[in-house]
Structure formats: C-alpha cells, structure tokens
C-alpha cells in the first residue's frame, strides 16, 4: 500500500539532486530544474548533479540531447555524470559525498541508468553512511523493453533508501525489487521499503497563453476549425496510430502533431495518405523549444493521449496549465490524473474510443464546460506537495 504523507515542516538542508539538467532537454530535465527551484524557494539549499553524457548515440534516437535555450536562473548545476564509464561513476560518488548533503534526491526513468545511478549511489553512501537516498521515480519498468531492465533496476533500487512515485501503479512495481519483508528498513539503510504517492505536479514555467487565433496564425493552423492536439516525442506506445486513425471517424477534425519522431515516421505517414487526411493533419515533428510550448497549447482545443502504456505523463500536467480538456487512455497512472467527464475523458486505447470521445467534445460543445473543470482539478497538482512528500522520512 502506498503512503500519503502529511504536510510538515522540516529543517533547512543540503540537498544534492542527481538528474538531468540544462543543457540536457526534456520532460526529466524541466522537471528536475522546477523541483530545485521549489525546494530553494522553501529555504534549501540545492546542487544538481547532471550528466557530460546522457545516452550514448545508439540509445538516442532524436536529433540531438541539447536545448538552445537559456539555462534556468538561480540554479547550481554540475555535469559530471557519464552514463557508461565506470570510472567515472566512482568519481561523480566521491564529488556527491564531498558535497556532505543532508539528502540525496535521485530521478530514475529507464534501467538503462541503473549500473551508473546506483554505483555512484554505493560510493556516495560509503562515505556518507546516514545520508538517505530518496529516489524519485518516473518509471522503473520501461515502456520498450531491453535485455538486463529487472538487474538495472533491482541494482538501483537497492542503492536508495525510500522513494517517491507520481504514479501508483510505479509504486507497485517497485515493490517487485524491495525485500520481502514486513516492515520497511529503517531510514538511512539502502534497501529501504518506503514508497510514498505524490501526483505529477503542474508544468507551470511556459509562460501565460495567448490567445487562440494568434496561435493558430502563427502555426500556420486554420483559425476556425476544431483541433485536437498531440505533443511529445513520438513513440510506438504513445499511440498516434490510434489519433490518425480516430480522424478518419471524426470529419471536420484537424489534429495538430507537434513533437519529434523517434521512430521510422513512414507507418504514420501512410496512414494519413490511405486516408486522405493531409489537409486536416498539421505536422510539426522538429523538437519544440521551451519558449514555443504554449504556441501549441494555446492553438488546441482539446490534447489527446492515445498511449497504449504509460505511468504518469507530463503532457498532461502541460495541458492542465493550460486549461486545456484531456482524452487519455486508461494505462498506468494517466486516469489518475484526469477525471472522466470533468476534466476530460478516459477511454480504451483504440481508435474508435478516441472517436467517440472527440466527437462528444465537439458535438456537444464541452469546451467551456470541461475547461472550468481542469481550472478546479488542477489544484491537486502541487509543487508544494511533492517536496513535502520528498522530504518526509
């Protein structure tokens, strides 16, 4: 069972951060860089420890791992992480224990990270033996699997002495790495039981939106038609098969693609072909820069995610600082997230679902409507909330 933790105040630290940061890009990078700025505007005190090297190039199917946008202020950030040098990893341990943190906080997303993440874990410990390890996890069993995923993730989580999910059905399968016992290892001891629940909190650092049709002229999107959105990277489990499938049962519905392809685009491209959905499929597939988010937020009526798997999502924490309705599918954490009928609809990944949920938005003009419940939902989703949940213990 997973916990809730109360609010409750606690002392001014140092708090090291191992994560992905500027001039990394992406979901974890922006996260991480909030998350610090939360917890020093709470008194702390806060070092990132990011990564020289992230993914070496086969694992990176994108155009590249770097933003060109300004790094964010008031933030200590040291690259110093390489994900496949293990000499390395002994060296980024000793600079971690060398910071003397009160805590260590660690994000943990693919196993891929776990020989690196839980051997500089190991020597941070070793010479900071009381310092707790709370690890932030945003997946510990991925999406696309590989070989040696159970050993990466049993080898990290046994480096961390509690930890902290956004999703509960995260929470569950990180108990498939924790020892079998019936009560959890005493703060501080690695291999720790503590697994405690905050919801992803909101994407609140893209700025104000503007108004619609300045959004739509500025994207080249026609001004008056119905338009859905789909953002993010482009996967195989994120569905988008699904969405251009879904319009071919939805006419008059536009969809605008925004997000880079990390896979052979062509299986996309011939369903919008046989389909004769060009003029209705808007497409942009380079990665979107920070500054350009809420252009595609603003422009959209209503964000579907069509995902066949999933834990939590940040698109959605995105749509919700926007008040933009949601379709999501009801994997992972995502119905979690977002409530049937008030801030948007939970469907089965298929695409006649999708269709019929788009076109209930649309036929019965729920825009107004669903907006004003996202404006009330969105109140769970905290910043405040999750730091009061990391620091517990």
């Not at 008194?43 to 992230?54: A, D, K, P, T």
């Not at 269709?355 to 825009?367: L, Q, S, T």
């Amino acid at each position: 069972m997973l916990t809730v933790a109360p609010v409750t105040k606690t002392k001014n630290m140092k708090i090291v951060l191992i994560s992905p940061a500027h001039p990394l890009r992406g979901g974890i990078a922006a996260s991480s860089e909030r998350l610090a700025q939360e917890l020093q505007s709470t008194g702390h005190e806060v070092v990132i420890y990011s990564f020289s090297l992230q993914y070496p190039g086969f694992l990176f199917p994108g155009k590249s791992q770097f933003t060109d946008d300004p790094p964010p202020p008031r933030l200590v950030i040291k690259t110093r992480l390489n994900s496949v040098n293990p000499i390395n990893w002994i060296i980024a341990g000793l600079a971690v224990a060398r910071e003397r943190p009160d805590r260590v906080m660690v994000r943990f997303w693919l196993p891929f990270m776990g020989p690196c993440l839980g051997t500089v874990l190991r020597v941070a410990r070793w010479f900071s033996r009381k310092t707790p390890v709370t690890a932030l996890v945003d997946n510990i069993i991925p999406h696309e699997k590989r070989p040696g995923d159970r050993f990466f993730a049993w080898y990290f989580v046994r480096a961390c002495t509690d930890f902290v999910v956004m999703s509960r059905s995260v929470g569950e399968e990180i108990r498939q790495f924790l020892p079998a016992v019936s009560t959890p290892a005493p703060m501080g001891r690695a291999g720790g039981g503590v697994v405690r629940f905050a919801p992803h909190p909101i994407y609140d650092t893209y700025g104000a939106p503007i108004e619609k049709t300045a959004a739509r002229r500025q994207l080249g999107v026609p001004e008056n038609v119905p338009l859905v959105l789909f953002f993010g990277f482009i996967r195989a489990y994120k569905g988008l098969d699904l969405l251009l499938e879904a319009l071919v049962e939805t006419p008059g519905v536009h969809a605008l693609i925004a997000g880079e392809c990390y896979e052979d685009w062509q299986p996309y491209q011939t369903i919008i072909e046989k389909n004769n959905l060009a003029e209705r499929v808007h497409l942009h597939t380079d990665f979107i820069p920070a500054d350009q988010v809420r252009l595609y937020f603003s422009a959209a009526d209503l964000v579907v995610q069509p995902y066949r798997s999933a834990t939590q999502s940040g698109i959605s924490q995105v749509a919700y600082h926007f008040d933009k309705p949601m379709v999501v599918t009801n994997v992972g954490g995502l119905p979690e997230i977002v409530t049937d009928g008030v801030s948007g609809y939970v469907v089965v990944p298929t695409a006649g679902a999708i269709a019929v949920a788009v076109r209930d938005f649309f036929e019965k003009n729920k825009g107004a409507e669903m907006a004003a419940g996202v404006r009330a939902e969105k109140r769970r989703f905290s910043w405040e909330n999750l730091v009061n949940v990391l620091l517990q213990g």
